[in-house]
Every structure is written in structure tokens, then in C-alpha cells.
């Protein structure tokens, strides 16, 4: 081919990804996608995961697989993929502690909003304030009352510092102006062990943790965390219904490339999840979880991550939380 009818045909091509949206390496993904969880196994995360890999490989046109890389409250997944070629084959599926890490963590091996590229907010979802029904706490205000009348005599559980149960209560305290004393346990299922057993009497936990507890009669529900009523649990107030205005306290699961990754495969990426998003799959897990499904691009993840980080830092900072 000449020299000029090939030059000619590469400006077309260019030409083409920019009016259309095209990628302009069209043969992307041309391997294996993997989207790295910074969590073990078989928790919400990895649910979530799992069922996006699955969608989103129908939409690419290529296998989506799941590796699970936990430690270090997540930042050692974090890091790997933050280090490895952008180019679109390695992704983060990163949550709230994405966002509360630079607060409780200032030496990241990885700068936070400068080491990844944003494709996607996922969903949100929100945490539920139990009790052991044995306990007198049928309301969030009788819980503050409480509070109030023997200062740190109430403990609260979580699956660790710097979780979204933890910083749920942490915030609670601040908001309600409340003593509590936080119990950090190695994961939710001997936190939620020892609510049932009366060694801690509250927690601002996950949906997954303790939906089937809740059911049974052997945890009370006393409110939700998230700005408006969940679909999930209807007649529960929201905290700050319940008596704590401005009360908000949202998990979330949102997509991020390496830094440097093509805005055209970004794209490409991002509009994959729009479309697992509205699958039969995630229709179903919005009700097993409870999540809002959110659909927004990586303007839109980048600002809501942006805003949390700067929300909850507040509350660290305030509360004088420190990592363990």
C-alpha cells in the first residue's frame, strides 16, 4: 500500500474514534480483563464483583475474571493495580475504604486521586443500626437516652477501624453527641457473634451481616443509615428521621483503571458497566444487598469519592481516629 493511502487510512481511523466514540486500538480488550477485589472471598464486595465480571465480559467480548488480593484494609490490591500497565486489562473494584484510606493512612504507597482513572460509581448502600432485642432500645432516641444517661457504658461493634461500621458509629457519636466505646473485631461475622451474645450492645453494620438475624427476631433494627428510607426495610426510619439531622452514612462500589489508562477504553469500560447494570443479575442482587444502583460515569465516581473522602476526613480528624 502507498505511503499516502496508508497515512490516509490511519487519519480516518483517528478521525472515526473521535467522531464515533470508537476506540482507536480497536482490538481492546484483546486478553484477559481482571478486576481486582482488596478483599477476601465470598464477602459483598466480592459478590458484586463476581456479577459484574460476568455481565460486563458479555458486553467486551472477552473472559472478566475476579482476583481477590486482601490486606492492609485494602491497599495492597489497591497498590497492584495502581502499578500495573494501563491499559485497560486490570481494574480496581474499590469501596468506601477507597476513600477514608489517605485520612487514616497518610504514607499510601499511591496517591489516591492522582495513581487511578475513574470508569464508574456502581452502587451505594447503606448500613442498619442493631440491637439485641433483650436490651430496652426500641428507638434511636431511646438508644441516645441511654447514651447520655451512663457516658461510655455502650459498646459498639465493628469489623474493624476505619470500616464503614465503624465510622458509622464514629459519626453517630459526633452527630447525636453522644459517649459510645468502639469494640473493633477481625471481621463482622465475631462482631456480630458477640451482638447476639450481649458482649456489645449496638452496631451500624452492613446489610448482608445481619438481614437473616433481623428476620429471625434475633437482632432489632432500629434505623437505616442512608439519606432516604430503603426499599429493603420500609417501615425503619433513616437516622436522622429518627431524631439525628443531617445523619448520612453510604458504603459504596465504584470501578478505577491505573492512571494513564486511554479515555477511549475508560469508555468503553464505563459504558460496559452501564450496561450490567441493568441486568436480570444486578436486579437481583439491588434486593439481596440493598444497594442503590447508580449508573454514573467517572465524572460522576470522581466526584462522589472526592466529596466522601473530604466528608469523612472530617470525622477522623474530629474523632481522633487512628488506624491500628
Known sequence: ???????????????????????ADA???????????????????????RRLADEMAKTLGHSVIVENRPGAGTILGSAAVANS????H????????????????????????????????????????????RLPYRSVQDLIAAARAEPGKINFGSFGVGTSAHLAGE??????????????????????????????QVMF?????????????????????????ASLYPDLPTVAEAGVPGYVAESWYGLFAPVGTPPQVVQVLSTSIARALQSDAFAKLKELEGLTLAGGGPEDLDRYVRDQAARWQDVIVTMKIKPE
Open 1 to 23: 500500500m502507498p505511503v499516502r493511502t496508508r497515512l490516509s487510512a490511519a487519519i480516518t481511523a483517528v478521525l472515526a474514534a473521535i467522531c464515533f466514540g470508537v476506540p
Open 27 to 49: 482490538a481492546y480488550p484483546d486478553k484477559i480483563v481482571k478486576i481486582v477485589v482488596p478483599f477476601a472471598p465470598g464477602g459483598g464486595t466480592d459478590l458484586v464483583a
Open 85 to 88: 500497565e494501563p491499559d485497560g
Open 90 to 133: 486490570t481494574l480496581l473494584l474499590a469501596t468506601f475504604a477507597h476513600a477514608v484510606n489517605p485520612s487514616l493512612n497518610p504514607k499510601l504507597p499511591y496517591d489516591t486521586f492522582k495513581a487511578f482513572a475513574p470508569v464508574g460509581l456502581i452502587a451505594r448502600s447503606f448500613n442498619v443500626v442493631v440491637v439485641n432485642p
Open 171 to 200: 459519626l453517630f457519636k459526633k452527630s447525636a453527641n453522644v459517649d459510645l466505646t468502639h469494640v473493633p473485631y477481625k471481621g463482622a461475622a465475631p462482631a456480630i457473634t458477640d451482638l447476639l451474645g450481649g458482649q456489645i
Open 205 to 229: 453494620t452492613t446489610v448482608a451481616s445481619v438481614a437473616s438475624h433481623v428476620q429471625s427476631g434475633q437482632l432489632r433494627a432500629l434505623a437505616v443509615t442512608s439519606a432516604e428510607r
